[in-house]
């Protein structure tokens, strides 16, 4: 069973690898016609899955070490493949054993960097209030972002100012962003601003 899969593996290949401890261990000890010899007997072994000898014992020698080799490798091939498509049907790579949930993840297209946030938002837009704005949200998705930048843009060309809407949500602690003629005073603000008015 195990013979009839390396032939498959083998047959199916174009070719087969040569390893360059091939030409230090066994072909450079060996004559010009010696190493043709070795070459043919090997490539026709690889199209036909079949062994012709030799009559010199040292081709004979090489020749069946670099087939035990292809062997192997197709051997390995194919259990690869095989263990590839078993994960395939099983929704993908399992994890390794060392693999645990402390390890940072890769990028996943998420903003967690102040920087990648800034890069994000117009150039009207205070970048502190902006960060400070994003520290509030979970992970906020690179299309999520873009959607507040749009809004934010729109606000501008309004003749509104978005940093108003981002203190707003800050200091109130919400995610959504509010037009900033649309923001109620809360009691407070209300309060201060009556306090600093001037009577006379």
Do not use: C
């Not at 999520?144 to 509104?160: R, S």
Request: proline content about 4%.
């Amino acid at each position: 069973m195990e013979e009839e899969i390396i032939k498959e593996e083998i047959l199916q290949k174009a070719g087969f690898p040569i390893y360059q401890d091939y030409w230090d261990k066994y072909l450079k000890k060996l004559s010009g016609d010696q190493v043709k010899e070795v070459f043919r007997i090997v490539f026709h072994f690889s199209s036909t899955y079949e062994i012709e000898e030799s009559d010199d014992l040292a081709v004979e020698m090489v020749i069946s070490t670099i087939i035990d080799n292809l062997k192997r490798d197709a051997l390995k091939r194919s259990k690869q493949s095989k263990a590839n498509r078993d994960n395939g049907k099983k929704g993908g790579r399992p994890k390794k054993a060392n693999e645990t949930q402390d390890k940072p993840n890769k990028p996943n297209g998420l903003l967690d960097s102040k920087k990648d946030s800034k890069l994000s938002v117009p150039d009207f837009v205070d970048p502190s209030l902006w960060n400070e704005y994003l520290k509030g949200r979970k992970k906020p998705t690179e299309y999520a972002v873009n959607l507040l930048v749009k809004k934010i843009v729109k606000w501008k060309e309004e003749g509104l100012d978005p940093n108003d809407s981002l203190r707003h949500s800050v200091e109130n602690g919400y995610v959504g962003l509010f037009k900033p003629k649309q923001i109620k005073q809360s009691a407070s603000s209300r309060a201060d601003e009556i306090m600093n008015m001037d009577l006379s």
